[in-house]
């Protein structure tokens, strides 16, 4: 396979619009927000990684000395809350806004300037949430922030604050993006494209939001009564006053449960995109995919008393809670079997996507059985809060939602930039990744079993603990060595990689019928679907050729779709938006001073807390002014030019 | 090609204003931000529900309450020393606000009816005031204001008789669940206002419906909120 480093085969647009730092900040293309949502949850990413090695290695043998307790607890929390909303969940939004309006045959989504918002909103408040670490004031009470411990009482210093406020935050950009892609997936579908047409991405994006939109209130009310009891002295939390202390447990897990399948189904989403793919055949059951991923998500909503097992509920509760946990292993079980069976009998490619897709296929399978296992409540009380759970949580998070994130960045690497990653780096980083992430997480099974609690930052010897946590800390040591082999060729393949045609995988869905990298309008005609495979359709059809939807699709002829992804055809430049005659909506920079706004009058509120209760005040009302003022431009400019 | 036959009139290969749905993308939207806003109140309610009577001190709901003793009963305490405090809720005086932001559902409706109907010829008095969507939309502010008027008073009356957002658990959980459905009530009304504004300015017609449509739907599901919480919280002892 030849790496050809010549120019792209078109010049990308150089209009004067969109070049430069400023065209950045004002952009409203769901395009380059989702590029802005990539390189800013890559370096949380690691960012967390970090957090998590420093881990590792200070319980790599008995009695650990790096770390104290203090620090730990705030490596630790900050390893937590980081991955989840600040990595995660945004890799996933790399997806929903790039795939989402080019899956559907759209030109961008609903509302360009509310994604603008989402993505700013969710920056600022990462800064927000991560920043205190540098000043070891990180928040330290776990994750999930259990109340009564981060009430005023048990948490009195300003680390909690960070985390309240910067939860709430990055709380309101998943909400504005949830409402966004719901209304764009229902609204913005091109002619044909009806619900059981849609891609599985786009469909699991869709129950993903719902998720989003549905849960997210959960945590935003317990939330709202932790900043309450805070900064305005309420008692929700208060034991004394008679509050209840499993209150938050029960608020948070009711959010809790649904965000797991928020991080997990929008993987299983690209993995149901990359399988067909690879494998050149239409996924299997295709509606039984649609329906399960919906039942999960329905399913979700009732299982979140799992996490609290060991509270005492009650028999009756702990039944139920049980009774529902376990049915979730059935609609998963199906999707596992569908992408087996999608593969049964088809042309595989092992390409560095395909090896990630399969790596999700296995290693979930392991996460989702000992899912299983502590979905038991006798089960669950020997091992809750142990190094057991820890390894099922990180093989459905790791070896689940990561595997598939990036094997959709190795898949989508062309359409977004133009060029392909190199594969002999991916098939490192593939490997380096699948035997380091079996390495870190597999011996806490045994750990755990062992009865190793989870959260302790140092622990005796001789409890048989020391082969496996320096075995997982090795483990964790590859898996810095490939994510830095990814980096490397991530940004070599950005700059020197293959040119990629408009199909370099021979993919079947609509967002393959365009030029790679994607033309700022998308599509130059919006297409009009008939089948679930649109692209494939025309490539094997010759009648089918006076029906293409975008112009250029003319000329594609049926290649050869061995390992050869590189292109030595040259397509024609894409005309321009001008050109074709297409309004785009104008570049605005209100989203970007709104969500700024929103983080420096939230900080007002720890200023009024810790520092100066006027200078807080003050503060915090200057900011709300901006608010309204950069909302109300907003609100009073039109989106795009009369036309 | 049957899948072209879609609702909208607007040629779909432009691409422009064409809907899947046929509906405008803000209406969709404003409908999955109040799908969200029921899981928002539904939890408020859920804690107000179960904290309901497990305030250790201070003011109850519906109870009497020997602030000396913390004695509750559900009639006045004969043997209370020092101070007694009365049952906090005012069910009287809270109907009225009830029923002054029921009516201005109808004022919203009346000034939805007006925008859209701008366009028809109005002969007697009574045409022009039921097509006047300036009255109405000012109706349904005056009427959403009086709510929170109403509102401002009972808590500052709560507030003297001895009940604030720290007092207790009922104290806190109530304040919230109120507070947040009065600034909900709040933007409304700025909401109108600017609409009003608007109307003043350039006048509403018929193309304004859905920009009025969904102010309506925001207002009436905010009323319905507040049906919930006069039953749940007002209503049931």
Same mark, same amino acid.
């Not at chain 1, 849960?215 to 006053?241: K, N």
């Not at chain 1, 109300?632 to 030019?641: N, Q």
């Not at chain 2, 043997?79 to 004022?107: E, H, R, W």
């Given at each position: 396979?030849?790496?050809?480093? !010549?120019?792209?085969?078109?010049?990308?647009?150089?209009?004067?619009?969109?070049?430069?730092?400023?065209? $950045?900040?004002?952009?409203?293309?769901?395009?380059?927000?989702? #590029?802005?949502?990539?390189?800013?949850?890559?370096?949380?990413?690691?960012?967390?990684?970090?957090?998590?090695?420093?881990?590792?290695?200070?319980?790599?043998?008995?009695?650990?000395?790096?770390?104290?307790?203090?620090?730990?607890?705030?490596?630790?929390?900050?390893?937590?809350?980081?991955?989840?909303?600040?990595?995660?969940?945004?890799?996933?939004?790399?997806?929903?806004?790039?795939?989402?309006?080019?899956?559907?045959?759209?030109?961008?989504? +609903?509302?360009?300037?509310?994604?603008?918002?989402?993505?700013?909103?969710?920056?600022?408040?990462?800064? @927000?949430?991560?920043?205190?670490?540098?000043?070891?004031?990180?928040?330290?009470?776990?994750?999930?922030?259990? !109340?009564?411990?981060?009430?005023?009482?048990?948490?009195?210093?300003?680390?909690?604050?960070?985390?309240?406020?910067?939860?709430?935050?990055?709380?309101?950009?998943?909400?504005?993006?949830?409402?966004?892609?719901?209304?764009?997936?229902?609204?913005?579908?091109?002619?044909?494209?009806?619900?059981?047409?849609?891609?599985?991405?786009?469909?699991?994006?869709? #129950?993903?939001?719902?998720?989003?939109?549905?849960?997210?209130?959960?945590?935003?009310?317990?939330?709202?009564?932790?900043?309450?009891?805070?900064?305005?002295?309420?008692?929700?939390? !208060?034991?004394?006053?008679?509050?209840? /202390?499993?209150?938050?447990?029960?608020?948070?897990?009711?959010?809790?449960?649904?965000?797991?399948?928020?991080?997990?189904?929008?993987?299983?989403?690209?993995?149901?995109?990359?399988?067909?793919?690879?494998?050149?055949?239409?996924?299997?059951?295709?509606?039984?995919?649609?329906?399960?991923?919906?039942?999960?998500?329905?399913?979700?909503?009732?299982?979140?008393?799992?996490?609290?097992?060991?509270?005492?509920?009650?028999?009756?509760?702990?039944?139920?809670?049980?009774?529902?946990?376990?049915?979730?292993?059935?609609?998963?079980?199906?999707?596992?079997?569908?992408?087996?069976?999608?593969?049964? &009998?088809?042309?595989?490619?092992?390409?560095?996507?395909?090896?990630?897709?399969?790596?999700?296929?296995?290693?979930?399978?392991?996460?989702?059985?000992?899912?299983?296992?502590?979905?038991?409540?006798?089960?669950?009380?020997?091992?809750?809060?142990?190094?057991? @759970?820890?390894?099922?949580?990180?093989?459905?998070?790791?070896?689940?939602?990561?595997?598939?994130?990036?094997?959709?960045?190795?898949?989508?690497?062309?359409?977004?930039?133009?060029?392909?990653?190199?594969?002999?780096?991916?098939?490192?980083?593939?490997?380096?990744?699948?035997? &380091?992430?079996?390495?870190?997480?597999? /011996?806490?099974?045994?750990?755990?079993?062992?009865?190793?609690?989870?959260?302790?930052?140092?622990?005796?010897?001789?409890?048989? $603990?020391?082969?496996?946590?320096?075995?997982?800390?090795?483990?964790?040591?590859?898996?810095?060595?490939?994510?830095?082999?990814?980096?490397?060729?991530?940004?070599?393949?950005?700059?020197?990689? +293959?040119? +990629?045609?408009?199909?370099?995988?021979?993919?079947?869905?609509?967002? $393959?019928?365009?030029?790679?990298?994607?033309?700022?309008?998308?599509? !130059?005609?919006?297409?009009?679907?008939?089948?679930?495979?649109?692209?494939?359709?025309?490539?094997?059809?010759?009648?089918?050729?006076?029906?293409?939807?975008?112009?250029?699709?003319?000329?594609?002829?049926?290649?050869?779709?061995?390992?050869?992804?590189?292109?030595?055809?040259?397509?024609? +430049?894409?005309?321009?938006?001008?050109?074709?005659?297409?309004?785009?909506?104008?570049?605005?920079?209100?989203?970007?001073?709104?969500?700024?706004?929103?983080?420096?009058?939230?900080?007002?509120?720890?200023?009024?807390?810790?520092?100066?209760?006027?200078?807080?005040?003050? $503060?915090?009302?200057?900011?709300?002014?901006?608010?309204?003022?950069?909302?109300?431009?907003?609100?009073?400019?039109?989106?795009?030019?009369?036309? | 090609?049957?899948?072209?036959?879609?609702?909208?009139?607007?040629?779909?290969?432009?691409?422009?204003?064409?809907?899947?749905?046929?509906?405008?993308?803000?209406?969709?939207?404003?409908?999955?931000?109040?799908?969200?806003?029921?899981?928002?109140?539904?939890?408020?309610?859920?804690?107000?529900?179960?904290?309901?009577?497990?305030? %250790?001190?201070?003011?109850?709901?519906?109870?009497?309450?020997?602030? *000396?003793?913390?004695?509750?009963?559900?009639?006045?305490?004969?043997?209370?020393?020092?101070?007694?405090?009365?049952?906090?809720?005012?069910?009287?005086?809270?109907? *009225?606000?009830?029923?002054?932001?029921?009516?201005?559902?109808?004022?919203?409706?009346?000034?939805?009816?007006? %925008?859209?109907?701008?366009? %028809?010829?109005?002969?007697?008095?009574?045409?022009?005031?039921?097509?006047?969507?300036?009255?109405?939309?000012?109706?349904?502010?005056?009427?959403?204001?009086?709510?929170?008027?109403?509102?401002?008073?009972?808590?500052?009356?709560?507030?003297?008789?001895?009940?604030?957002?720290?007092?207790?658990?009922?104290?806190?959980?109530?304040?919230?669940?109120?507070? =947040?459905?009065?600034?909900? %009530?709040?933007?409304?009304?700025?909401?109108?206002?600017?609409? =009003?504004?608007?109307?003043?300015?350039?006048?509403?017609?018929?193309?304004?419906?859905?920009?009025?449509?969904?102010? *309506?739907?925001?207002?009436?599901?905010?009323?319905?909120?507040?049906?919930?919480?006069?039953?749940?919280?007002?209503?049931?002892?």
């Amino acid at each position: 396979m030849a790496t050809i480093a !010549a120019a792209p085969t078109y010049a990308p647009s150089t209009a004067a619009s969109n070049t430069g730092m400023w065209s $950045w900040i004002t952009t409203v293309d769901h395009k380059r927000i989702a #590029v802005m949502y990539l390189y800013t949850s890559l370096f949380f990413f690691m960012f967390g990684g970090l957090e998590a090695v420093i881990i590792r290695t200070q319980l790599i043998a008995p009695n650990g000395t790096i770390l104290n307790a203090e620090i730990y607890n705030q490596l630790m929390t900050m390893h937590g809350t980081t991955m989840i909303f600040l990595a995660v969940m945004p890799l996933s939004a790399v997806f929903f806004n790039f795939l989402i309006p080019l899956q559907i045959g759209a030109r961008d989504v +609903a509302f360009p300037r509310l994604n603008a918002f989402s993505y700013w909103v969710y920056l600022f408040g990462g800064i @927000v949430i991560t920043m205190p670490i540098f000043f070891a004031l990180a928040p330290n009470a776990g994750w999930f922030g259990y !109340a009564p411990l981060t009430t005023p009482q048990f948490s009195p210093g300003v680390n909690i604050d960070y985390w309240v406020i910067g939860l709430q935050i990055l709380g309101i950009s998943s909400l504005a993006a949830g409402f966004n892609f719901i209304t764009t997936i229902i609204n913005m579908r091109a002619p044909g494209m009806n619900l059981m047409r849609m891609p599985i991405f786009t469909w699991m994006a869709l #129950v993903t939001q719902f998720l989003i939109i549905l849960a997210f209130p959960a945590i935003t009310v317990a939330l709202i009564f932790l900043q309450f009891d805070r900064f305005f002295g309420t008692q929700f939390y !208060a034991i004394a006053a008679g509050a209840d /202390p499993l209150l938050w447990q029960h608020l948070f897990w009711i959010f809790g449960h649904p965000e797991v399948y928020i991080l997990v189904l929008p993987a299983f989403g690209l993995v149901s995109e990359i399988i067909p793919t690879f494998s050149r055949k239409p996924l299997f059951g295709y509606p039984v995919m649609v329906y399960s991923g919906i039942l999960i998500g329905f399913l979700g909503f009732g299982v979140w008393a799992h996490h609290m097992f060991a509270v005492g509920m009650g028999p009756i509760a702990d039944t139920m809670f049980s009774m529902m946990t376990l049915l979730i292993a059935i609609p998963t079980g199906v999707k596992i079997f569908n992408w087996i069976s999608t593969m049964w &009998g088809g042309a595989l490619r092992f390409t560095t996507a395909m090896l990630f897709a399969i790596g999700l296929v296995s290693l979930f399978t392991i996460g989702g059985i000992s899912g299983v296992m502590h979905g038991s409540p006798p089960a669950d009380l020997q091992q809750t809060d142990t190094y057991f @759970v820890v390894a099922h949580f990180h093989y459905v998070l790791f070896g689940g939602s990561i595997m598939a994130i990036f094997g959709g960045i190795y898949l989508y690497f062309p359409k977004m930039f133009g060029r392909l990653m190199n594969e002999t780096l991916g098939k490192w980083h593939f490997w380096l990744y699948f035997i &380091g992430m079996n390495l870190t997480f597999f /011996p806490m099974h045994y750990a755990g079993m062992l009865g190793m609690p989870r959260r302790i930052y140092r622990y005796d010897g001789g409890q048989g $603990w020391e082969l496996f946590n320096l075995i997982s800390t090795i483990g964790s040591y590859m898996l810095v060595v490939a994510t830095a082999i990814f980096v490397y060729n991530f940004f070599r393949s950005r700059r020197s990689g +293959a040119i +990629a045609t408009s199909d370099p995988w021979g993919a079947g869905t609509l967002e $393959w019928s365009i030029p790679s990298p994607a033309p700022e309008y998308n599509f !130059a005609e919006i297409p009009t679907v008939r089948s679930r495979y649109p692209v494939w359709d025309i490539k094997s059809s010759e009648h089918g050729a006076h029906e293409i939807p975008h112009g250029e699709l003319g000329e594609i002829h049926m290649r050869d779709h061995s390992m050869d992804t590189a292109s030595t055809e040259v397509e024609p +430049a894409p005309k321009s938006a001008k050109e074709l005659g297409i309004v785009l909506p104008n570049n605005t920079v209100m989203p970007a001073i709104a969500a700024l706004s929103i983080a420096l009058s939230s900080l007002g509120l720890v200023l009024m807390r810790n520092e100066n209760k006027t200078v807080g005040v003050v $503060w915090s009302v200057v900011s709300a002014i901006m608010i309204f003022v950069s909302i109300y431009y907003w609100m009073t400019t039109p989106l795009e030019d009369e036309h | 090609m049957a899948t072209t036959a879609h609702a909208g009139t607007v040629d779909p290969h432009k691409g422009h204003h064409y809907t899947t749905t046929g509906l405008d993308n803000r209406k969709i939207g404003l409908w999955a931000f109040l799908g969200s806003e029921c899981m928002l109140f539904g939890t408020l309610i859920a804690t107000y529900l179960s904290y309901k009577g497990k305030s %250790v001190a201070g003011p109850r709901p519906h109870e009497w309450v020997c602030a *000396a003793t913390n004695v509750v009963s559900d009639s006045p305490i004969a043997n209370c020393v020092g101070q007694m405090f009365t049952p906090i809720l005012d069910i009287p005086v809270t109907s *009225a606000s009830t029923f002054v932001l029921l009516m201005s559902s109808l004022a919203m409706v009346l000034s939805h009816n007006a %925008v859209v109907h701008k366009n %028809v010829p109005k002969n007697t008095f009574w045409e022009r005031v039921r097509g006047s969507s300036k009255l109405w939309l000012a109706m349904t502010a005056f009427l959403g204001m009086a709510f929170l008027a109403f509102q401002t008073y009972e808590f500052t009356s709560f507030y003297h008789e001895g009940l604030k957002l720290s007092t207790n658990l009922f104290g806190s959980s109530f304040f919230t669940l109120t507070g =947040f459905h009065g600034g909900h %009530v709040t933007f409304g009304v700025l909401w109108l206002w600017t609409l =009003f504004a608007i109307d003043v300015k350039r006048g509403l017609g018929p193309d304004d419906a859905t920009n009025v449509d969904l102010l *309506a739907l925001y207002w009436h599901f905010v009323d319905v909120v507040w049906i919930a919480i006069f039953t749940l919280v007002y209503l049931i002892k």
